[in-house]
DNA sequence: ACACCTTTTGACAGTTACTCTCACTTCATG
DNA sequence: CATGAAGTGAGAGTAACTGTCAAAAGGTGT
């Protein structure tokens, strides 16, 4: 979402990718981690609203403007959003003629499969965390709401390769957020349930109540 | 303190529906209509990022906090959404038996032709700009998107009558907000073409890209 | 008219997210 | 190592809120 700094933030620490970079990317890198984690950690401890950006700042041992200079808002620490050019990538290994419902469906599957396995349990846990807090607190809901208008222009284009429209048509732009609207709202019914339904089959589900959008 | 001296006095006259309430009452209706003139007159002069709730305050002749009061955050000043229940009803007006997508587009054509007829030229002037504050300062689109969950639990409402289900089945909600994305979305769309397309059948075309929501 | 109670208001102080500027440190490079 | 660039911290400032409390205004009984 937010994420517009054009380096793919890598998940893993201190990760092999970064290896090459001088010894200011790699501190970058580091002080970003130190932010997320302090924030994680003062979040489940006295939840959202009682952090305050000194606090997390002092844990992270960084001043409030570096804090500020990482990440735009406060919000934006808990939820940047590193998947959308996963999907991106996923969505493109289809095959080209399938019909985009079924193509999508595959792609959100194989990248939650990813997000759950390549990563380590602690980190799974502050996926949950985020994923909780994506549906608790406004402010977090509200930035993620605006962060699916950015994946939304992401599956426009996916769309518009596959169906031969424009990614600017208004039936790709609209089915498109019509998608994202309802996986959206299919998270906060996983999370009403405490997470115990088998997410991938409610997206099935959800995915099955639009009819593929038609070639032209 | 807004004494009705003349000069001072809202455009709008305080309505029919008003008239038989005590004092305390219309006067809050007043203030309320004084901040929200206000903030319009202030932001098409200045923006709405230029414009604080202090200026607000003053131009309406109130204190910050009486702004505070009426409204918990800047945002929805310009962003007080009187069409929910006027939607609910002409729902419930069309028949029973009426596949959704139908008597969904019925209601919304109603809805907005009263919104465009029932009013008087420069309430349509705010509207327009109320739109286009939706589209273009993140914060009220962020707000207009929070408050499209609860139209859509709305629509939920009206979908499980309908269709014999659940209000809470993952299906009727999932379609639910996949409407209401992809209106927001047509919305967004009729803005950025400077609300020359006809809006009407744009909403056709959107609700075309859905498939009718199954009885059970 | 008057007293009495309730609702509404304004003034004020405080918190917090964020912005901007500027001097200072830290890294990169010839 | 010197020189420039990038990153950091300190501090001041802004503006959106929040909470409290005393004063004012509306409503109601006598």
Chains 1, 2 share one sequence.
């Not at 979040?43 to 500020?68: L, M, N």
């Not at 807090?133 to 222009?153: C, D, I």
Request: aromatic share 6%; with cysteine.
């Amino acid at each position: 979402m937010t994420d517009n700094d054009g380096m793919t933030t890598a998940r893993t620490p201190v990760p092999e990718a970064a290896r090459h970079l001088g010894l200011r990317e790699r501190k970058k890198i580091k002080t970003r981690m130190a932010i997320r984690e302090a924030t994680y950690s003062l979040v489940k401890e006295q939840g959202y609203d009682a952090t305050t950006v000194e606090q997390i700042a002092d844990r992270a041992e960084v001043s409030p403007s570096t804090v500020f200079r990482y990440f735009p808002a406060k919000e934006d620490i808990v939820l940047t959003d590193e998947y959308d050019p996963l999907l991106e990538k996923l969505l493109r290994e289809r095959p080209a003629d399938e019909p985009v419902l079924e193509s999508l469906r595959w792609a959100i599957r194989e990248a939650m499969a990813m997000a759950l396995t390549d990563n380590p349990a602690y980190e799974q846990d502050e996926m949950l965390l985020r994923v909780r807090l994506m549906v608790e607190v406004p402010q977090v809901r509200s930035r993620l709401m605006e962060s699916m208008s950015v994946t939304g222009r992401l599956v426009c284009r996916a769309l518009a390769e596959r169906t031969g429209r424009h990614e600017n048509d208004l039936e790709v732009r609209v089915y498109a957020m019509g998608l994202m609207g309802a996986l959206l709202e299919a998270m906060i019914y996983w999370v009403e349930g405490d997470c115990r339904d088998d997410l991938p089959e409610l997206i099935d589900r959800t995915l099955a109540t639009f009819k593929d959008l038609p070639r032209r």
